[in-house]
């Protein structure tokens, strides 16, 4: 069983940066894609980046928002300029690599961290 372990949240004014990281409880074997999601208070969990197995591929949905890969299930997010909207809790997702895709769909990842929370205040 993979068990993720997110950090690097906290309390930011906006306009200010974070740098969130994952990575695996214990150590594993195997490639694996991985991404980060969001869940603000009373909305559903959304996609925020996704990275493939090996860091070559990646996506975002903010420009702000930077994903990368380290060795098999580490995963760090740059966020900068953060806005106060960016408020949640962040989750990082890993998937065993079965392709050179990344993923963008919260159904597709079995496992998840406990998150790790982010606050933007204006």
């Known amino acids: 069983q993979v068990q993720l372990i997110e950090s690097g949240g906290g309390l930011v004014q906006a306009g200010g940066s974070l740098r969130l990281s994952c990575a695996a409880s214990a150590r594993t074997s195997g490639t694996y894609a991985m991404g980060w999601f969001r869940q603000a208070p009373g909305k559903e969990r959304e996609f925020v980046a996704a990275?493939?197995?090996?860091g070559g591929r990646s996506h975002s949905v903010e420009g702000r928002f930077t994903i990368s890969k380290g060795h098999a299930l580490t995963a760090d997010l740059q966020m900068i300029s953060l806005k106060p909207e960016d408020t949640a809790l962040y989750y990082c997702?890993?998937?065993?690599?079965?392709?050179?895709?990344?993923?963008?769909?919260?159904?597709?990842?079995?496992?998840w961290g406990q998150g790790t929370q982010v606050t933007v205040s204006s």
């Open positions: 997702a890993a998937k065993p690599a079965v392709s050179n895709d990344y993923y963008t769909g919260v159904q597709e990842y079995p496992y």
């Open positions: 990275v493939n197995w090996n």
